[in-house]
């Protein structure tokens, strides 16, 4: 696991850091969210040992980060750190042996990577004449030639086009299966809520909201919908729902025509779905029940516009 501890950072006036604690398990993706200039890359830099921190510690797998564990880390910078005058497999062979990858398996690991990432046929091109999406592809290979034990990402999929996210996608979650956990943070808010199993989202250097994906969109506050085919008309049948949803808090009834009568949609709180379930029993035929989820980024702009002083966690899974 990566644990980082009450991390704090000040750069004159501001302070990008302030007390900031979050974990990446084995086999998570976790996805950092932020507006620009929240401190995700300020973390990233700490974690890699770029930055120095001015309070609180970084560790993984319960131990301190030196120079020796960060070499089996694979490091993605926001600023793309790749010699542009370097030719792509030159450079992913170098970057490899840099981690301590033997000769063979280095240029090995460089053939694999530009494969799996669909660049093969620019191995011999210097960087600087690559599209800047092609560009990422050969920073996300650099982060992996050396086989790392953890990624740490920073924005990976910026510029990329949709098949290379996916690309991209897959291959970070094939790595974490495989049991390479990975950090990353990104403004594709779409992404993160596909792809990552825990969310943290951090505002002025504080964390504000963490959880997994489907807990924060849950909310705290947890709300149902079912959707039920009833006969009559859709006066009829909302009134009929009404009357038998009576006093259930947050209740939204609408129904529109259907082939055999209505179908109505009811969205209700309550700490369970049961009450939905016993009156789509007693209403008619139940096609859909189960929990009403919120977009990613609802939950970021109602984390990013709560009391300065408020943290909203959820429990995690198991």
């Known amino acids: 696991m990566l644990e980082v501890s009450h991390l704090s950072k000040r750069f004159g006036s501001i302070q990008a850091l302030d007390s900031?604690?979050?974990?990446?398990?084995?086999?998570?993706?976790?996805?950092?969210?932020?507006?620009?200039?929240?401190?995700?890359?300020?973390?990233?830099?700490?974690?890699?040992?770029?930055?120095?921190?001015?309070?609180?510690?970084?560790?993984?797998?319960?131990?301190?980060?030196?120079?020796?564990?960060?070499?089996?880390?694979?490091?993605?910078?926001?600023?793309?750190?790749l010699y542009p005058k370097m030719k792509v497999g030159e450079q992913l062979t170098y970057l490899a042996r840099l981690h301590g990858v033997e000769a063979s398996s280095a240029r090995r690991a460089s053939d694999e990577w530009t494969e799996r990432l669909g660049i093969e046929e620019r191995r011999g091109d210097d960087v600087q004449k690559l599209s800047l999406g092609n560009q990422q592809r050969?920073?996300?290979?650099?982060?992996?030639?050396?086989?790392?034990?953890?990624?740490?990402?920073?924005?990976?999929?910026?510029?990329?086009?949709?098949?290379?996210?996916?690309?991209?996608?897959?291959?970070?979650?094939?790595?974490?299966?495989?049991?390479?956990?990975?950090?990353?943070?990104?403004?594709?808010?779409?992404?993160?809520?596909?792809?990552?199993?825990r969310v943290a989202i951090v505002r002025s250097g504080r964390l504000v909201a963490e959880?997994?994906?489907?807990?924060?969109?849950?909310?705290?506050?947890?709300r149902w919908r079912a959707v039920i085919d009833v006969a009559g008309s859709p006066d009829a049948a909302q009134e009929a729902a009404r009357a038998v949803l009576a006093g259930v808090p947050g209740l939204d009834v609408s129904g529109a025509p259907s082939e055999t009568g209505t179908r109505l949609t009811l969205v209700a709180g309550g700490p369970d779905e049961q009450r939905l379930l016993r009156a789509a029993e007693n209403l008619g035929r139940l096609r859909e029940l189960g929990p009403v989820r919120r977009p990613?980024?609802?939950?970021?702009?109602?984390?990013?516009?709560?009391?300065?002083?408020?943290?909203?966690?959820?429990?995690q899974e198991a």
């Open 20 to 81: 900031l604690s979050l974990t990446v398990g084995d086999n998570e993706l976790v996805g950092f969210v932020g507006a620009n200039g929240a401190g995700k890359s300020t973390t990233m830099r700490i974690i890699m040992g770029v930055l120095a921190a001015d309070a609180g510690t970084v560790t993984w797998r319960g131990t301190t980060l030196d120079a020796d564990a960060r070499r089996r880390i694979g490091y993605m910078p926001e600023e793309r750190g």
């Open 211 to 222: 959880g997994t994906t489907e807990s924060l969109q849950a909310g705290a506050e947890p």
């Open 138 to 197: 050969v920073q996300l290979a650099a982060a992996l030639v050396g086989s790392p034990e953890l990624l740490i990402l920073d924005e990976p999929f910026s510029g990329l086009d949709p098949v290379a996210v996916d690309v991209m996608s897959e291959v970070l979650r094939e790595r974490a299966e495989a049991g390479v956990p990975t950090l990353f943070s990104s403004h594709q808010l779409d992404i993160v809520e596909h792809l990552c199993d």
């Open 296 to 315: 990613l980024a609802e939950v970021f702009r109602e984390a990013l516009a709560a009391p300065a002083d408020l943290t909203i966690t959820t429990e």
